[in-house]
């Protein structure tokens, strides 16, 4: 996979992100993701609303997110909220940063959860 192919899977897994928990399209944040390969890591700036992506260190980002790039390729193709949720809560994948960002992004990402819950549920009555 080139290393261009990396930044088109972040747009397309921050856009799915973005449509799927639409409260994040307003907000303004720069974070940095970290994407660990064979004996080498890629670093990328994404910043919102957007996305945009930029193959870059980040300085200025609030939030960095880390984690390996083959299960980054296998999530960016596939991977809805409740799956980032999963990987970030069993350590596949690692979020770092301004605290009140990351409990703002958790708060948001779990109402998100209960009403999706909750759409689902009346929908088997």
Known sequence: MAP????VLLEEAVTRFLDEVPTFKQMKLVAGVDLRGRGDTQQYRVELPGPKVTKDIAPDARVRVEMPRAFFNVMAREAGVSDWVEA???GQAKATGSAEILKLIQH???RHEERARTRRSRSHE
């Open 88 to 90: 970030f809560t069993y």
């Open 4 to 7: 261009d192919d990396a930044k």
């Open 108 to 110: 948001v990402v779990q």
